[in-house]
């Protein structure tokens, strides 16, 4: 029973800095804080939907966590377990565990391999079935995501962009993982397929009680499909939460400002946009104390020169805010 109460996931204290180097030499003058210390953690069949502007270090994040990047530290556990000292022999039965929908659902496929040689080419790495196997697993997987079985002989190209991604989630599924980092996967599509693929996303996940690594910077999307919400600003996380707690009570002024920033489908319904002086600083010499303090409205002089920790303020909600 323990085992089945156990988180999915467990991320603490994770960072990711990556060197900046110049001269002949290529000596490191200084880091890409791209991510800083974030910690959260997934439950068996719930989503964590992780938000923030473009450049706030959530894709790193996500790929840190699957170690196709290697963290400068931090802890990263599946099932209990710590993968981040792992080799790549030890790491190899996690891998089959954590699988990726990556965004851009044309450059993840390789357009020399048929679309059921990319599905079933997990099977075919890790040895898990025979060629027949394979082929029938493959068509079955094809039929869940939407697609037809006579489609597998074909090429990348031959399919929509909608089609390309529910090849990638088939990928996905193949090896029966229990985490998949979707890295911004309805981004580049339609709006209406956009709702189609979220839809068999949550699906797969009710069927198969898998657990969702949500990676946009869509806040509309991420309130559809997300159980709890990680908001990110310059590689740390200054808000968690579940759901509905972000949307109807955010507490920091960053979480204030993005959600300013959704459209209302009501036109009766007057929303008061905050809108953020400045732009966003450089990852590389991040502000000191908070590093929201140089845009927010709200800062002090103590924001300026203390960190603020991530705080419980209610059952549940963090805070990352010397004001909450």
């Known amino acids: 029973m323990a085992e089945a109460n156990m988180?999915?996931?467990?991320?603490?204290?994770?960072k990711k800095h990556f060197p900046v180097r110049k001269g002949l030499l290529r000596r490191t003058v200084g880091h890409v804080f791209a991510v800083d210390g974030i910690s959260f953690t997934i439950g068996v069949g719930e989503t964590l939907g992780l938000v923030g502007e473009s450049g706030c270090g959530k894709t790193t994040a996500g790929r840190a966590v699957l170690r196709l990047i290697e963290p400068t530290s931090g802890s990263v556990k599946v099932g209990g377990t710590e993968i981040t000292g792992l080799s790549k022999a030890e790491m190899r039965p996690y891998r089959?565990?954590?699988?990726?929908?990556?965004?851009?659902?044309f450059s993840s496929l390789n357009?020399?391999?048929?679309?059921?040689?990319?599905?079933?080419?997990?099977?075919?790495?890790?040895?898990?079935?025979?060629?027949?196997e394979r082929?029938?697993?493959?068509?079955?997987?094809?039929?869940?995501?939407?697609?037809?079985?006579a489609q597998m002989t074909n090429?990348?190209?031959?399919?929509?962009?909608?089609?390309?991604?529910r090849i990638g989630i088939a990928r996905a599924l193949a090896l029966g993982p229990r985490l998949?980092?979707?890295?911004e996967p309805v981004s580049a599509l339609d709006v209406s397929i956009q709702a189609q693929v979220i839809n068999l996303l949550q699906d797969?996940?009710?069927?198969?009680?898998?657990s969702y690594l949500f990676i946009s910077h869509n806040l509309a999307v991420v309130e559809h499909?997300?159980?709890?919400?990680?908001?990110?600003?310059l590689g740390r996380i200054v808000e968690y939460a579940d759901t509905r707690s972000i949307f109807t009570r955010p507490q920091h002024p960053y979480t204030e400002a993005l959600l300013s920033a959704v459209p209302v489908p009501d036109p009766a319904i007057r929303r008061q946009k905050r809108i953020l002086q400045g732009d966003v600083p450089s990852p590389v010499r991040p502000p000191p104390g908070c590093h929201f303090h140089t845009r927010c409205p709200y800062a002090v002089a103590r924001c300026k020169v203390e960190a603020p920790p991530l705080r419980e303020i209610a059952p549940g909600h963090q805070v990352s805010c010397h004001l909450r």
């Open 155 to 165: 090429y990348p190209h031959q399919f929509s962009g909608g089609q390309r991604q």
């Open 111 to 132: 357009p020399r391999m048929t679309a059921g040689e990319i599905v079933g080419e997990p099977l075919l790495v890790h040895g898990v079935a025979s060629r027949r």
């Open 204 to 210: 797969l996940q009710r069927e198969r009680r898998l």
């Open 7 to 14: 988180p999915v996931v467990e991320v603490k204290d994770l």
């Open 135 to 149: 082929e029938a697993q493959v068509a079955a997987l094809f039929e869940r995501v939407g697609l037809r079985p």
């Open 96 to 105: 089959a565990q954590m699988q990726i929908i990556f965004q851009d659902p």
């Open 180 to 183: 998949i980092v979707g890295d």
């Open 225 to 233: 499909i997300s159980h709890h919400i990680a908001v990110m600003y």
